[in-house]
């Protein structure tokens, strides 16, 4: 039998049926629309703990660079020596029992911090928007100030985790970002050609893979495609996996993509060619033929032009240049480095990353958090 609609009374004597709510055994007196009122309230929530969250890091290494400049300023003024970090570091956490911040080590970091930023603004401004230890990455293994910076913005623009910004660092990306040859400027308009030039880099990372130095293209296509999370990760924020071997039909002929991408921020499709050697002109022709087939056949009306980069194992920048001097579609060319450390017949034998972090999980000395 249908269900018998519930009524509500309104005043004595006059019935209407209640459609504000919703039919619940278990919470039959729930409005219409409070579904939709919890979870906006939910979001909100969220939205202010991450704010308390973010208020709360700031405070702490803005506290942490005032401690390590204080200790600066005794050691400076009072001739303390290293030790006094020790005592420093057992006097604070029995006083502060419930914070973990106080290692010697920790206070030692606290020190560098200081001594590298010595102007409290640029705290303020940059490094108190990402992570103690985020900035303690950063402290070890970047040396140049200007370098440290564009890591702390990338970390906020990304919302990096610590490993993958160790990850990116140890990449050296600061000094592989926009570094491909390429024509934007002459096929893209100014706002679009500087981003599009930004994201792609010269070489590319793909030690992940394993492959030696002679590797084929299609060996290394389909690595990358087989480690695609690591592959997206070294490609950059925004790349959206479309296709390998991607099938396009022209003129009753077939022919097909290597890897085929769109771009969230630049709002266009990505084509990327794999070569296993050095770079030829023909190559840029080719995927100028791609790119004029995938604009004509996938790219929808609010689309960007689609833009092509080009990977092979050597190119001669003169040559690529040239190469892309007359082509009028947007198109990159970039070098890979692929890992070549050890003979073929030993790489087999050796443990892969997952296992070494599992085996070394449990032994591994973490900072205080």
């Known amino acids: 039998m249908p269900r018998k609609q519930k009524l509500a009374v309104d005043s004595p004597g006059n019935i209407k049926p209640n459609i504000g709510s919703r039919a619940d055994d278990k919470h039959p007196e729930i409005l219409f629309g409070y579904e939709t009122f919890l979870q906006e309230l939910k979001d909100r929530i969220r939205e202010a703990q991450v704010r308390a969250g973010l208020a709360v890091n700031k405070e702490l290494v803005q506290l942490y660079w005032r401690i390590g400049r ?72 970047v040396k140049a100030l200007n370098e440290r910076l564009w890591y702390i913005n990338k970390t906020v623009e990304h919302g990096w985790s610590r490993n993958i910004l160790e990850l990116q660092i140890e990449s050296g990306l600061y000094a592989r970002q926009g570094m491909a040859v390429t024509n934007f400027t002459k096929t893209l308009p100014a706002p679009q050609s500087d981003l599009a030039r930004q994201i792609l880099k010269d070489p590319y990372n793909f ?20 480690h695609i999370q690591q592959f997206l990760i070294e490609l950059g924020v925004g790349f959206a996996f479309v296709g390998r071997q991607f099938h396009l039909e022209l003129g009753e002929q077939d022919f097909y993509i290597d890897l085929l991408f769109y771009h969230l921020k630049l709002r266009c499709y990505v084509v990327i060619e794999l070569k296993g050697g050095d770079f030829k002109p023909e190559y840029a022709g080719q995927l100028n033929f791609y790119l004029s087939a995938v604009d004509d056949l996938l790219r929808h009306a609010d689309d960007k032009p689609s833009i092509g980069l080009l990977l092979c194992k050597k190119k001669n920048k003169l040559v690529a240049e040239y190469a892309l001097r007359d082509i009028n579609k947007p198109i990159g060319i970039s070098e890979i480095r692929l890992s070549d450390a050890l003979p073929k017949d030993l790489k087999g034998n050796l443990p892969t990353i997952e296992e070494l972090e599992q085996r070394l999980g449990d032994i591994a000395v973490q900072p205080d958090s």
């Open 70 to 141: 204080d200790i600066l300023e005794q050691q400076k003024s009072l001739g303390w020596g290293g030790k006094v970090i020790d005592k420093l570091g057992s006097d604070l956490r029995s006083s502060f029992p419930e914070m973990k911040g106080f290692s010697p080590r920790n206070l030692k970091y606290m020190r560098a911090f200081a001594d590298a930023y010595p102007e409290f603004e640029f705290v303020q401004q940059a490094a108190a928007q990402i992570p103690w230890f985020h900035n303690c990455v950063i402290l070890d293994k």
């Open 207 to 226: 030690d992940f893979l394993t492959l030696d130095s002679e590797a084929h293209e299609r060996d290394i296509e389909k690595s990358l495609v087989d």
